[in-house]
């Protein structure tokens, strides 16, 4: 019995493989026959180029029908997918090219000029522009071969994908992700979220990550779902294709630019069954006055890189703001002390997670894989919350400094580290601070060496080196950063004395 989760899509999508799969608006439209074929050709170029089973497939690509049709190649020729964020600079796929050990590389073909001498510095002799013209295109190679129309028997625990994740020492970890990871969360979420016939999917979120690859492809693909597929978030397109959809999925940037709109009602959401929000918290301002504005209520759900989705609202009882929901199917979640030891109910403490959705560990890095796992087999998540007597969780923090702005996570250490190496900067603090529209706004507390240091400086400086979603939204120059007796900078004290600080500028 073959385990690869590309076998089971094809069991949930045979019944409606000329139906729609993929609708761009104002473009085109693709059943699930033809990123289906699309796929087997992606893939026989790739084995002729001599890819093998387990090999990683480094892609950095526009969210299009023929990257949706690359990540089914790589599922059913057993190849590991990674994508990466599509602001990651040059610099950083470098390092990503060469952790993987990358055997190939497929890129958009605007970035051909950055990316492929980071491809020759990595080694990596296939590399692929996803164009549909020219020399080097995989697409364009992938029309002129015949399909490769097997799929690869898999068990449980092979890698499908590899994303990575920042650390805070700055260099971020493959976590390495199995089909049994995918489908068990797939097969979950599909039934708790109630999936039935005739459901439409509005998708404007990426597709490098959890959120947009996984979590709401997936439950698509699992009910042969026809997807809205915007190439990006915006909110007159969502506006326009909200009434077409039966369900959404978003991060809450996505819920607070729509109440930004004065005319934003319930006509627009008639509709629409499920709106669901993950990524980053959603703030019970935003929760309250949506359900105000539209007559439904956001079903928030909470979820990792390395865990998929962990708990979620029910779709149709009663959600609570400021709460994640249950456990999903076969998932265990618990709160403990600083040793390990169950809390009582309603406690604070480090949550931990246990089931099939739980990843295999970081891609070389054992150490810090037995790190993060207990002594009883619960993945140490790193978050704090509390658990109701009843089962559900409420997230109070982090136990890092992660920053997640717009649903993307942002280590601090990563970017101070880049700070630092700026020209007159004598050292630097890096916290997320409140802010309206992104949940939270990374901001860099600087100790200026020179005086006559700049922002546009600091800017300027990051602007090449790190990815868009990272950079600093505000500059704070101080004389000196708060430390502690033990010389450690007080964040605490940081975010505390400057909490609104995006409230007094003119965003």
Request: one cysteine or more; glycine letters at 8%.
């Amino acid at each position: 019995m073959s385990h690869n989760v590309f076998e089971l899509f094809t069991t949930r999508f045979v019944d409606a493989y000329y139906e729609p799969f993929l609708t761009i608006p104002d473009e085109a439209s693709y059943s699930y026959a033809d990123i289906d074929r699309r796929s087997a050709a992606i893939a026989a170029v790739l084995l002729d180029e001599g890819v093998q089973v387990g090999d990683r497939i480094v892609v950095q690509i526009d969210k299009s029908a023929d990257a949706v049709a690359l990540y089914f190649a790589c599922l059913r020729a057993g190849f590991v997918y990674v994508p990466l964020n599509s602001g990651y600079t040059a610099e950083e796929v470098g390092y990503f090219l060469a952790d993987t050990e990358a055997a190939a590389f497929v890129f958009a073909p605007g970035r051909a000029a950055k990316l492929q001498p980071v491809a020759d510095i990595a080694g990596v002799t296939r590399a692929f522009t996803l164009g549909t013209k020219g020399n080097g295109t995989l697409a364009e190679a992938a029309s002129q071969v015949p399909g490769w129309n097997h799929i690869v028997k898999r068990d449980p625990d092979d890698l499908a994908c590899m994303l990575y994740t920042s650390g805070t020492t700055g260099r971020s970890k493959g976590a390495m992700i199995t089909h049994n990871n995918l489908a068990s969360n797939a097969l979950a979420l599909h039934g708790i979220w109630r999936w039935r016939e005739g459901d439409v999917l509005l998708h404007a979120l990426p597709i490098f990550h959890v959120h947009g690859l996984f979590v709401a492809l997936h439950c698509a693909i699992l009910n042969a779902s026809e997807v809205i597929f915007l190439p990006s978030f915006d909110v007159a397109a969502l506006r326009a294709q909200l009434p077409r959809a039966t369900v959404l999925m978003g991060v809450p940037t996505f819920y607070s630019r729509l109440l930004a709109e004065p005319d934003f009602g319930a006509a627009e959401c008639a509709g629409v069954r499920l709106f669901i929000s993950g990524s980053a918290p959603l703030t019970p301002t935003v929760f309250h006055e949506f359900t105000e504005r539209t007559g439904h209520t956001i079903c928030e759900r909470y979820g990792m890189t390395e865990t998929g989705i962990i708990t979620s609202n029910p779709p149709e009882d009663a959600k609570i703001a400021g709460t994640v929901g249950y456990a999903l199917p076969k998932v265990e979640v618990r709160v403990v002390d600083d040793d390990d030891v169950l809390l009582p109910p309603d406690a604070v403490g480090k949550v931990q997670v246990k089931g099939p959705n739980v990843f295999l560990g970081y891609w070389q890095q054992p150490e810090k894989t037995a790190a993060e796992m207990t002594a009883d087999g619960f993945f140490r998540t790193g978050d704090i919350g509390s658990m109701a007597a009843d089962g559900r969780l409420t997230l109070v923090g982090r136990s890092s400094d992660m920053i997640i702005s717009g649903g993307y996570n942002v280590y601090p250490k990563e970017v101070e580290l880049l700070l630092d190496e700026v020209p007159g900067v004598a050292e630097t603090a890096v916290v997320g601070l409140p802010h309206p529209d992104l949940g939270e706004g990374v901001v860099a507390f600087v100790v200026a060496s020179d005086p006559s240091l700049t922002e546009i400086d600091l800017r300027d400086a990051l602007s090449e080196r790190i990815a868009r979603f990272k950079q600093p939204k505000a500059y704070i120059f101080v004389d000196e950063l708060p430390r502690n007796t033990m010389g450690k900078v007080q964040k605490v004290q940081l975010r505390t004395d400057h909490n609104e600080a995006f409230s007094l500028l003119d965003l």
